[in-house]
């Protein structure tokens, strides 16, 4: 049995942002994630939003926590290498009724401590972003946009590098205490001892918490779905535009530019069963299409270039179905349990600040003594395209693969590819490159790459063809050969 101090269940944003927290201690570290990669779930389908605070009840722990997480992200992305822009934010209103909502966002916002936020008009709209819709907005300076996928990934391999163990493909299917105390879960790839568990299985949270003893949580998926626009279209969008929020405090669509200059147009909002069908409706994109135009007035069929969809894991009262806040918690009756339920939106911004008070729990209860070789610093695999002439030339003299040309619709070059197979993580997937690199993130969508990548993989690992996936269980990117086999 594999024995460790404290075991994550769930590697999302918040499981990693965890265990980056805890290797600041002298602890042994592990993650279990019954996926092939990190992002797999809702922390690799959102909007990618750096949320400023100013929608959530003040005091609460979204509002806390979204606001100091917002502040501490310029440092956050340094230390971590995630692209990230400060974008601020437009809030849009049409007629009288929204202006009074506005108005009282700008002082919840205040009151949360969110910096900057101002009632603008038509003229400053303008000069701000002109393909923004609306009569009127608030202008939100601290609001951002960042990669959500790279953000997650680079949580995880500086956890990784400071000394956490990640298990892909290991699904935790129950759970029990021994004699001394300790924790056993049961997973698809055997048995794992611990002294401390901690829940962060987000869409599958309340399920967990259950099998850890504490019942009665409810999640309620809330499935949003998206269009991914062409740079084309990016080009115009200078800054995220929301519209005024519904009566019920929540927003429709928006229209938010992404940090590689893509635009996202949804999400829509409704409750589903299962939060991990992540299918995308005619009805629901014919939706986007009317409600995104009104946001930003290059909304055209000819930039459409992908859908996708993710589902926030909503912790409802199961007497009113009212959404609850974060739960963080820890129960004397139920020792060495960390449960985190219910981290829907804001869980991105908020992910380090909720690791913190996740840590901040088990140090309740015992010394946490620091690891003297922490180091905070992650590089990402750096981007050939990014780069000025001369250090392209420089690049290839050094490494001939940064001169051949993979993804064309991103400029991805095959030096990037090789190095993202060899991640920290051992992520060894189509999608687990694409995500790392965004080959195949371009308008031919894979078209012209994913074989390349596939033979890449294949060249890297010593896979055979057959065993390369694009991403979980059976998802072969080939099922066999024609014209004889393998060297034909
Ligand atoms: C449409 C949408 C838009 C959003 N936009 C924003 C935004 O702009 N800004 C923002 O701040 N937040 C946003 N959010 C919220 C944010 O994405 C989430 O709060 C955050 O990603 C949650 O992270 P997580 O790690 O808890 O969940 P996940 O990423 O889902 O991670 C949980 C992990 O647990 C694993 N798991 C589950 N069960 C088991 C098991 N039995 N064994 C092992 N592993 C298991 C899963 O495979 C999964 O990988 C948005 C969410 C959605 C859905």
């Not at 990618?48 to 926590?65: D, E, I, V």
């Not at 910096?115 to 603008?120: A, K």
């Not at 493909?169 to 021994?178: K, L, M």
């Not at 290059?298 to 270039?305: A, C, L, N």
């Amino acid at each position: 049995m594999r024995e460790y101090d404290i075991i994550i269940i769930g590697g999302g944003v918040i499981g990693s942002a965890i265990a980056r927290e805890l290797t600041r201690y002298k602890l042994r570290v592990a993650v279990l994630e019954k996926e092939s990669d990190v992002v797999t779930h809702t922390s690799g389908r959102n909007t990618g939003m750096l949320h400023a605070g100013f929608l959530y009840k003040t005091g609460s722990l979204k509002a806390q926590c979204c606001v100091e997480g917002n502040r501490e992200f310029d440092q956050v992305a340094k230390e971590l290498d995630v692209p990230f822009k400060r974008t601020g934010k437009l809030i849009v209103g049409f007629t009288e009724e929204h202006r009074q909502r506005l108005l009282t966002m700008i002082e919840r916002g205040r009151a949360n401590g969110v910096p900057g936020m101002e009632l603008i008009d038509r003229q400053r709209m303008d000069e701000i972003d002109p393909s923004a819709g609306g009569n009127f907005a608030i202008h939100c300076p601290s609001s951002g946009i960042l990669d959500p996928f790279i953000y997650t990934i680079a949580l995880a391999e500086n956890a990784v590098k400071n000394g956490a163990e990640y298990h892909l493909y290991t699904e935790v299917t129950g759970a029990e205490v021994i004699a001394d105390g300790r924790h056993v879960l049961h997973t698809t790839k055997g048995d794992f001892a611990c002294r401390w568990v901690v829940n962060s299985a987000g869409l599958r949270s309340a399920e967990i918490s259950a099998m850890l003893g504490i019942p009665g949580y409810v999640i309620q998926p809330v499935k949003g779905e998206y269009f991914v626009l062409d740079k084309k279209a990016g080009a115009f969008a200078k800054i995220p535009v929301y519209p005024a929020p519904t009566e019920r405090n929540t927003f429709d669509t928006h229209a938010t530019p992404t940090v590689d200059g893509n635009v996202l147009v949804g999400p829509n909002s409704f409750n589903v069963v299962d939060g991990e069908d992540y299918s995308v409706r005619q009805v629901g994109m014919d939706g986007l299409q009317e409600s995104g135009a009104r946001m930003f007035k290059h909304m055209k069929r000819e930039y459409y270039i992908r859908t996708f969809a993710g589902a926030r894991p909503k912790r409802i009262d199961p007497a009113t179905g009212e959404i609850q806040d974060f739960l963080i918690e820890r129960r004397d009756e139920v020792p060495g349990v960390i449960n985190l339920v219910g981290i829907e939106s804001p869980g991105l911004t908020s992910a380090l600040p909720i690791a913190r008070r996740a840590v901040n729990l088990i140090r309740e209860k015992e010394e946490l003594i620091p690891n003297p070789a922490f180091d905070p610093i992650r590089r990402g695999v750096a981007r050939f395209h990014e780069q000025s002439r001369e250090e392209q030339a420089r690049l290839i003299a050094e490494n001939p693969d940064y001169g051949e040309i993979i993804c064309r619709c991103e400029t991805i070059t095959r030096a990037e590819i090789v190095a993202a197979i060899h991640n920290p993580l051992g992520v060894c997937t189509v999608n687990g490159i694409k995500v790392r690199t965004r080959a195949s993130m371009g308008r031919c969508q894979g078209g012209y790459c994913e074989t390349r990548i596939t033979a890449l993989i294949r060249e890297e690992l010593g896979k055979a063809v057959t065993d390369v996936r694009l991403t979980n269980g059976d998802s072969r990117m080939f099922t066999g050969y024609v014209k004889g086999g393998e060297q034909a």
